[in-house]
């Protein structure tokens, strides 16, 4: 079983849907929990992370976190064309004491915004 | 503005060869990462770098190598390359204390024949 899973999609939904992407995990030892966006052709850029059960609000994108269930979601409000990329979660373990962290990622969700 | 570059966005090589990917970053950042993307799997960690002449083994590991001689630049190598390497080949950097932001390069494309 992986460590994280994410449905792949691909998912496509029309301009100004609600969209939501999800991501479960079995690690209790994650700490903190991100989501990057990857646009064709790019590397991945973080959209923003969490640390806590609860929600995060950062304009359009709301990042959710449920630890006792594992779960954490992204939800993009009023989506628009410019949001068509692929979504990575990702989830943050120490290995070592001073503080370094290595990133555990899921296997992103490609969508698609239709105009 | 923050920047990882890496030294090529394709590569065609033949089985066998011996492949250098090079990844510079500007921000001076300890951390250092190398991952392969491929469809269905996401991103692997390959190896990592704490800093300078150090190395760590990410999860993938196996035909693979990786040098740090200078802060700035962690190089990947394939000792001999095979078509099972064919992949996306993604950089990454960070700072320790904000160590869950990595800034990633563009990505090398890799096609081994």
């Known amino acids: 079983q992986k460590e994280v899973e994410q449905d792949p999609g691909p998912l496509s939904v029309p301009e100004g849907a609600i969209v939501s992407l999800n991501c479960t995990y079995s690690?209790?030892?994650?700490?903190?929990f991100m989501w990057y966006r990857q646009y064709s052709r790019k590397g991945p850029e973080l959209l923003m992370y969490t640390y806590s059960s609860g929600n995060k609000e950062d304009g359009r994108f709301t990042a959710q976190v449920d630890k006792s269930s594992k779960y954490i979601s992204l939800f993009i409000r009023d989506s628009q064309p410019s949001d068509s990329a692929t979504y990575l979660c990702a989830m943050s373990s120490l290995i070592s004491n001073f503080g370094n962290e290595k990133l555990t990622f899921g296997t992103g969700t490609r969508l698609t915004i239709i105009p | 503005d923050v920047k990882v570059t890496q030294s090529s966005r394709y590569l065609v090589k033949r089985t066998g060869e011996k492949v250098f990917l090079e990844c510079v970053q500007d921000m001076d950042h300890e951390n250092m990462f190398w991952y392969r993307q491929d469809p269905g799997l996401g991103l692997r960690l390959i190896y990592f770098s704490y800093d300078v002449k150090m190395k760590e083994k990410g999860d993938i590991p196996e035909g693979y190598s990786v040098s740090r001689e200078k802060k700035e630049r962690f190089s990947l190598i394939l000792e001999s390359a095979s078509t099972n390497q064919t992949s996306m080949y993604l950089c990454?950097?960070?700072?320790?204390?904000?160590?869950?932001?990595?800034?990633f390069g563009p990505g090398t494309r890799l096609l081994v024949l």
């Open positions: 690690n209790s030892a994650f700490q903190y």
């Open positions: 990454a950097s960070s700072n320790p204390m904000g160590g869950r932001t990595q800034y």
